[in-house]
């Protein structure tokens, strides 16, 4: 007898264009009724239920009921970093033909489940690199002291606690490394508690407000002309 991943039981769970909708819409971290992702993937209600219970089978997915209301989120933090190396894997050639005409925000910032992601996210990365803030060599990453030291300065990190975890999370839209992991989380909750960024009601996009333009090239070195080059943001 062979013993394998039953890698079929996943394939067939994303193997349908309205659930991979769904999980994209989890995605952005939060908890969503199924009516919500039913709205996001464009299909009734019963016919989500059918497809959420196929993600539910699938461990992508878990359910919470609260009232009369059941609340559906990603399974955990590695199934959605899984899902966004997979989505590495797709093609991309749409993305390109609409950075110039600004159609997809969502490329510039957007949440990867509790951290920043797109074109910002992998900017932060590299100027967490450049200025000698993070070392990374490969997919493995780590805070210098210099690095914890202006963070712990700027509020983004804590005095006297113990140095967070970084992650290399592979941006599925710019093929570069952005953050996760704790360190990712830390940062994501940062930029918003700070108005660096704003999150809307539902989806991932997160819009970069004045603050976070002049902080974001303050401290990572990221210019607006940056983000707009090759993504079409205003």
């Known amino acids: 007898m062979h013993i394998e991943p039953r890698l079929e039981i996943v394939g067939a769970a994303l193997s349908d264009a309205s659930r991979v909708r769904m999980l994209c819409e989890l995605m952005d971290g939060r908890s969503h009724t199924g009516k919500e992702l039913a709205s996001a993937a464009g299909i009734a209600p019963n016919t989500a239920s ?20 059941v609340y559906y989120r990603i399974a955990s933090d590695e199934i959605a970093e ?23 925000p969502e490329l510039v910032a957007r949440t990867c489940y509790n951290h920043i992601a797109g074109r910002l996210g992998v900017l932060i990365a590299q100027g967490l690199i450049a200025r000698g803030w993070v070392y990374a060599d490969g997919e493995n990453a780590r805070l210098t002291q210099s690095g914890g ?9 804590h005095d006297g606690e113990p140095t967070l975890a970084i992650k290399c999370c592979l941006d599925w839209s710019e ?16 930029a918003i508690a700070q108005n660096w960024l704003s999150r809307p009601q539902y989806g991932r996009t997160l819009q ?20 707009c080059c090759e993504a079409g943001a205003t």
């Open 208 to 227: 970069i407000k004045p603050k976070g333009v002049a902080a974001f090239e303050q401290h990572f070195g990221i210019s607006n002309s940056a983000l």
């Open 175 to 190: 093929r570069r490394h952005h953050f996760s992991g704790p360190f990712g989380t830390r940062l994501f909750d940062h």
């Open 50 to 69: 059918e497809h959420l219970s196929k993600l539910l089978n699938a461990n992508m997915i878990v359910a919470k009921k609260s009232g009369r209301c």
């Open 82 to 104: 899984i899902l966004e190396q997979m989505s590495a894997l797709s093609p991309t050639d749409h993305l390109y033909r609409g950075r110039c005409r600004g159609r997809y």
């Open 149 to 157: 030291n202006y963070l712990t300065r700027i509020g983004v990190l």
